[in-house]
């Protein structure tokens, strides 16, 4: 298995939250398909927030 790391925009209202971000539009337009098939490649099974300050 593979696995990528999305990190979440660093602008003023950014999603603050897993729960934000989930239901957010931003992440909704991330991309998991081929480009030139326009299949689906990957599937989001998890997200976690880290804490900042490590």
């Known amino acids: ?8 925009p660093n602008i003023e209202d950014a999603p603050a939250t897993v729960d934000e971000l989930l239901e957010s539009a931003w992440l909704s337009r991330q991309n998991f398909g081929c ?4 299949n689906t490649i990957a599937t989001l099974i998890s997200v976690q927030q880290q804490d900042p300050t490590h």
């Open 1 to 8: 298995m593979t696995s990528r790391t999305i990190e979440s």
């Open 35 to 38: 480009a030139q098939c326009d």
